[in-house]
C-alpha cells in the first residue's frame, strides 16, 4: 500500500513569501505529526493531530507556523512571512495511533528560503 | 541528494561484520523507544521499537537493547551489509506510540565493501 505522501519535494521561496506544504497519511492513520529536521540533525516535533483535532502544538516554533487537518486525513503545514532560519526538511509522519504501532514518515519536503 | 547529518558520529564497519550504535536518552518517564533509518533524501524508516517492560527485541537481523538503569540503548545489525549504510536515529516516546517523539542526534553507518 501507499506509503506517507509529501509535496512538493523542495521548495524555494523568498524570505517574506508563505509556503503551504502538503501531508497525505497513510490511508485509515488516525495520527499524523509533523517534524522539522535541519541539516546533520534529528527531527524535531512540531505539532500532533488525532484525526482533525490538534492535540499538541508546542513545537511550532511561532505563530508564523500554523497546521491544519480539516478531514481528518490531509494535513497542510503553512509558513507565513517565512524566514531564513525556516529552512529545514519537513516530515510528516502519522500512526493508527495503537499500541505498539510506530510512526511511519513521508520523505519530507525540502524548504529552502533566499 | 543532499546528505542526511554532515557532521554526525560516523561508525565505519567491514561487510559482514556486527554493528553496534548506542544511544543515549533523556526522559526517565519514556516507555516506547524506537530506532529509525534515514538514507539521504529519504525519510525516517521504521526499523524496530521496544517498550520499557522489554529489555531486549529481535529483528530480522537487528536486535535492540534497552538499560533503563543508564538510559541506554543500542542496536545491533548482524552481517552487515553496503545496504545498511546510512544515518541511524534513536527516538524516545511515552504512553504509547501514538505521541510524540523525541530524537537522538544520529550515528552515521558507513559499510566498506
Known amino acids: 500500500g501507499a506509503g506517507v505522501s509529501q509535496s512538493p519535494r523542495y521548495k524555494v521561496a523568498k524570505r517574506g513569501q508563505d509556503v503551504a506544504l502538503r501531508c497525505d497519511p497513510i490511508?485509515?492513520?488516525?495520527?499524523l505529526f509533523w517534524y522539522q529536521q535541519a541539516l546533520g540533525q534529528g527531527p524535531e516535533f512540531l505539532t500532533y493531530?488525532?484525526?482533525?483535532?490538534?492535540?499538541?502544538k508546542s513545537g511550532l516554533p511561532s505563530d508564523r507556523f500554523f497546521a491544519e487537518r480539516p478531514e481528518g486525513s490531509v494535513s497542510t503545514l503553512k509558513i507565513q512571512r517565512t524566514q531564513q532560519e525556516d529552512s529545514a526538511v519537513y516530515l510528516c509522519?502519522?500512526?493508527?495511533?495503537?499500541?505498539?504501532?510506530?510512526?511511519?514518515f513521508g520523505d519530507g519536503t525540502r524548504l529552502s528560503i533566499l | 541528494g543532499e546528505s542526511v547529518g554532515l557532521h554526525l558520529p560516523t561508525l565505519s564497519v567491514q561487510e559482514g561484520d556486527n554493528s553496534i550504535i548506542n544511544c543515549a536518552y533523556s526522559?526517565?518517564?519514556?516507555?516506547?523507544f524506537i530506532w529509525y533509518k534515514q538514507e539521504s533524501g529519504k525519510g525516517p524508516q521504521f526499523i524496530i521499537d521496544?517498550?520499557?517492560?522489554?529489555d531486549k527485541r529481535q529483528g530480522q537481523r537487528v536486535t535492540v537493547l534497552l538499560n533503563k538503569t543508564v538510559k541506554h540503548l543500542s542496536l545491533q545489525i548482524a552481517a552487515t551489509q553496503p545496504g545498511d549504510s546510512a544515518v541511524y536515529f534513536c527516538?524516545?516516546?511515552?504512553?504509547?506510540?501514538?505521541?510524540?517523539?523525541?530524537f537522538g542526534g544520529g550515528t552515521r553507518l558507513m559499510v566498506k565493501p
Open positions: 521496544i517498550r520499557s517492560n522489554m
Open positions: 527516538a524516545e516516546g511515552y504512553n504509547n506510540a501514538g505521541n510524540m517523539l523525541t
Open positions: 490511508s485509515g492513520h488516525v495520527s
Open positions: 493531530f488525532q484525526n482533525e483535532a490538534q492535540l499538541d
Open positions: 526522559n526517565s518517564a519514556s516507555d516506547y
Open positions: 509522519a502519522s500512526s493508527p495511533n495503537r499500541e505498539n504501532q510506530p510512526q511511519h
